[in-house]
């Protein structure tokens, strides 16, 4: 059952072939079973996903008319509010804190039927691109357990990767869904941003933070993209137009006919700094695309190669001045608060205490970002190559259809050999971060193996065409089919 996709779940719970206690216990023992060793799960909560499981069986026995996803378990990012559910971010100044509310997303999972098996791990606040800036401890790739599963959302992934779960919830603010979708061999969707929620969404990076979708299978993918997308009133950003059909697209994807699609190679994406074997698995899934009748055409992104820069000015600015909400009053952690200090002291000890290395780091480079006079030289000139990279989108978007490029320049790599120096990790997001500048969506699907580990395909779209990714992208799964990892 474990091994099932949430489409094949989902008709199953419906027909009454199984329940959805099933459904759910089985994922339950699956977790008991490996996730001492993988380490996707912060949280899980055995006794309110029966509950719910046991909720949806109980209305389809009615003759209840449910969705397509009813009864199907999901794991969900530990950065989401889940109302009474831990939710900590992956950071110890939020250890212990229960939201009082969910998220829209998480509101938009329940009304739909999904269960919530518990919170993955995930890089503290959403930074980094391995999960080992976790406060919990990293999480390990299921394909190879000395390896990371990508970050930050890397117990997403790695839940789906070991059959823990068929369906998660990640983040994106730079590449962190699309990532650990990358190297664990898993499909992972970056929305157009405003295209999903951001109310009940710790905020990182709130111009850049998008909710998405992750699953083995683009149309897993896409039927859970449908179920969280939409205009919410409670999120200024979000977009109030009709989610594209990304079901539908993936299913006429899934024919595996390209004809008449325009695909976009970026030219400054000339593979320096990435991993022969990924860039050689690369250029077979591209042939791949011709091979159904897509045209490829040679497109010039000039900025591109500028955004790695651009995002590390704005998304620590911006995160600077998010994380000043959490100073020992508001939320979780408080040290020091015995009468022997200051109000502000309090907050300065609290937050020593409370936050990782990685976010400090961030902090304090978004407030010298930030401060009055240094903003023009690095907030303000990364604003405006923000505004460059999108005018790239746009004059490529007037030529293809999609632009596609590695997801990331290497596969997994060992645990422990790029946290000693944070550029080294910065560079994993060298393909992923320009689309998050411009706001459009991208997918990564899997596209084969490298070193036996792997490779990821990103598939980049104009903002709310994100129904061309799932097109594309499920053509791509006809032809390279799913990765199924080592037994754990
Ligand atoms: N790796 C990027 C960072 O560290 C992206 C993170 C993300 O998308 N949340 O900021």
Redesign the pocket.
Same mark, same amino acid.
């Given at each position: 059952m474990i091994k099932e996709t949430a489409a094949a779940l989902g008709a199953k719970i419906a027909a009454g072939e199984i329940t959805s206690v099933q459904a759910t216990q089985a994922h339950l023992d699956r977790i008991s079973e490996v996730d001492g060793r993988v380490h996707a799960f912060l949280h899980v909560d055995p006794e309110g996903a029966l509950r719910a499981a046991a909720a949806i069986d109980a209305r389809i026995a009615n003759g209840e008319q449910l969705g397509p996803l009813a009864g199907v378990p999901i794991a969900v990012k530990d950065v989401i509010a889940t109302k009474g559910m831990p939710t900590t971010a992956g950071s110890k100044i939020l250890e212990g804190w229960r939201p009082p509310y969910d998220a829209t997303l998480t509101t938009r999972l329940r009304e739909a039927g999904l269960v919530i098996l518990g919170k993955t791990n995930m890089?503290e606040f =959403? $930074?980094? !691109?391995s999960t080992e800036y976790s406060a919990y401890g990293p999480t390990y790739n299921p394909w190879d357990l000395t390896r990371i599963p990508g #970050? !930050? #959302?890397g117990g997403s992934a790695a839940a789906l990767a070991a059959y823990e779960a068929p369906l998660s919830i990640g983040? @994106?603010?730079?590449? !962190? /869904?699309r990532?650990p979708g990358a190297v664990t061999g898993t499909v992972g969707a970056k929305p157009t941003y405003g295209g999903t929620s951001r109310y009940g969404l710790i905020a990182? !990076?709130s111009s850049? @933070?998008t909710p998405g979708p992750c699953a083995r299978t683009v149309e897993d993918t896409a039927l859970l993209h449908s179920v969280i997308a939409g205009h919410d009133p409670m999120d200024s950003t979000s977009i109030p137009q009709p989610v594209p059909d990304v079901v539908g697209a993936a299913r006429r994807g899934a024919a595996g006919d390209l004809s008449g699609v325009r695909i976009g190679l970026v030219r400054e994406f000339t593979g320096e700094g990435a991993e022969p074997g990924v860039m050689s698995v690369f250029r077979d899934a591209v042939e791949s695309l011709t091979k159904l009748g897509a045209e490829i055409v040679e497109i010039s992104c000039p900025h591109f190669l500028y955004a790695l820069p651009a995002? *590390?000015l704005i =998304?620590p600015s911006e995160c600077s001045s998010n994380l000043a909400r959490f100073d020992g009053v508001r939320f979780g952690l408080r040290v020091g608060d015995d009468g022997s200090r200051s109000l502000e002291e309090v907050m300065s000890v609290t937050r020593e205490a409370g936050f990782g290395p990685?976010v400090k780091r961030?902090i304090i480079v978004g407030t010298y970002a930030l401060s009055s006079g240094y903003y023009d030289a690095y907030y303000g000139q990364a604003q405006k190559v923000r505004t460059l990279i999108t005018r790239d989108f746009t004059a490529a978007f007037e030529q293809v259809d999609v632009i596609v490029s590695p997801t990331t320049p290497f596969v997994a790599f060992p645990l422990g050999s790029r946290t000693s120096d944070p550029y080294q $990790? *910065?560079l994993? @997001?060298l393909y992923? /971060?320009p689309t998050?500048l411009y706001g459009g969506p991208a997918i990564s699907v899997p596209c084969g193996l490298s070193e036996g580990l792997p490779v990821g395909l990103q598939i980049m779209a104009p903002t709310m065409a994100d129904d061309r990714m799932y097109r594309v992208g499920a053509a791509v799964e006809s032809v390279v089919g799913t990765l199924t990892p080592p037994a754990l």
């Open positions: 890089d =959403a $930074m980094g !691109s #970050g !930050s #959302g983040t @994106d603010t730079g590449g !962190s /869904i990532q990182f !990076s850049l @933070d995002y *590390y =998304a990685e961030r $990790m *910065y994993a @997001d992923t /971060i998050n």
